[in-house]
């Protein structure tokens, strides 16, 4: 199984005007996710499931995501803060294992998935993404990194 961790695109400041929940991706992080869309489109990345926080950066980063993808977006609460590892294994429990699923959330979570699944120490930046590879789908889940692509490499890929 192909699992997929992308952490939101770049978002607004924290204000007084705005709660963390409401933060909206900028101009900026908008543009580097569609820069990655069409990497992932060109890649022929097709995950069957897209689950991500309902906190609305990382929504609309997936909906950027699975616009590009021909795909869907599940909101879900288990990919909101506090996203951890038996989260996962629940969230994959019932698919088979040819699926392909990404999650799309936040930090530090993206970052301690990844380490926990493969062992090692992973920095998710912001619009970073990193796949695995599941090679032991019983509690607990373990995994291969396959790749890790910085927002900055997505944008010379799509060069």
């Not at 869309?37 to 069957?48: D, E, G, M, Q, R």
């Not at 429990?93 to 699923?101: G, I, K, R, Y």
């Not at 930046?125 to 032991?136: C, E, L």
């Amino acid at each position: 199984m192909k699992l997929y961790f992308l952490r939101h695109g770049e978002a607004e400041d924290i204000s007084s005007a705005i709660s963390d929940h409401e933060r909206k991706l900028t101009p900026k992080g908008i543009e580097r996710i569609q820069t990655a869309a069409k990497v992932l489109s060109n890649l022929h990345i097709k995950p069957t499931h897209i689950y991500a926080s309902p906190r609305i950066r990382a929504q609309h980063t997936a909906e950027i995501i699975a616009k590009e993808l021909g795909e869907k977006v599940e909101v879900n609460e288990a990919v909101n803060f506090n996203f951890n590892l038996p989260a996962v294994e629940t969230l994959i429990a019932e698919l088979n294992d040819t699926d392909e699923v990404m999650f799309v959330g936040h930090e530090p979570s993206m970052s301690q998935i990844v380490g926990q699944l493969t062992g090692g120490n992973v920095a998710m930046k912001k619009g970073s993404m990193a796949r695995v590879d599941a090679v032991m789908l019983t509690s607990p889940l373990r995994g291969q990194l396959i790749w890790l692509i910085a927002p900055k490499i997505f944008g010379a890929l799509d060069d």
